[in-house]
């Protein structure tokens, strides 16, 4: 049972039947039914599916990637479908944290380098900045690595240092595309715990998986198969 207390958390994003088609010569190919669904904050919410699914083009909206081909989409409380190009990069900036299967992580750049990356973005003075990448590193038990270079971390290092980036600019909303893919089974624990703890501690979190171990780390789960999306019962305070 959903509890009152899941009722009343704020909501972040909103989608009120949203959908999504790709013109292809004289084919439309319906990469997302209509979809009506709201994702809090300090919740870790599963999008779970097979690939094709469409779990991803649910998580790019959620993300303000693309623009829904209908319905309307809310997110942080500005309507996304009337956003400009400009105003959608500046909410994905400031509101929005990725964390990507391949940790997108620079190469030539050091742990620290990369998490502090969005933060020059953003303009955040120097002392600032530093003080928040550190912190962000402290988050993910990654502070002792901070000056090694992609290539000397594990898999899960790497993920972890993905984290601390995604987090650096305290976004209100953590978006996760197959965020333990290319782990080890001790690794998958250990990032989706810091995942989970993030929920807990107030993020909205939305992790696409196919991956149906990875239930017992969600507040709630969603099932997307064919472009049909359904939320379970499933609620886990654990």
Known sequence: MISNSWLLKRMIAELKEVGKEYKTGDQTIVA???TT???NEGELMLIIGPSGSGKTTLLSMLGCVIYPSYGNLWVDGQHINKLSEKSLAALRLNTIGFVFQNFNLLAPLTAE???LMPLQLQGVNKVEA???TEQALKTV???????NLPKQLSGGQQQRIAIARALVTNPKLVLCDEPTASLDK???AIVMRELRALADGGKSVAVVTHDP???SFAHRIVEVDNGFVKETSEF???
Do not use: A, F, T
């Open 32 to 34: 997302l039914q209509p």
């Open 37 to 39: 669904l709201r994702l």
């Open 113 to 115: 380098e990369n998490v």
């Open 130 to 132: 530093h003080e928040r």
């Open 141 to 147: 038990g990654m502070i002792d690595r901070r000056k």
């Open 186 to 188: 001790d690794s998958v």
């Open 213 to 215: 171990r990875l239930k």
């Open 236 to 238: 886990n305070d654990v």
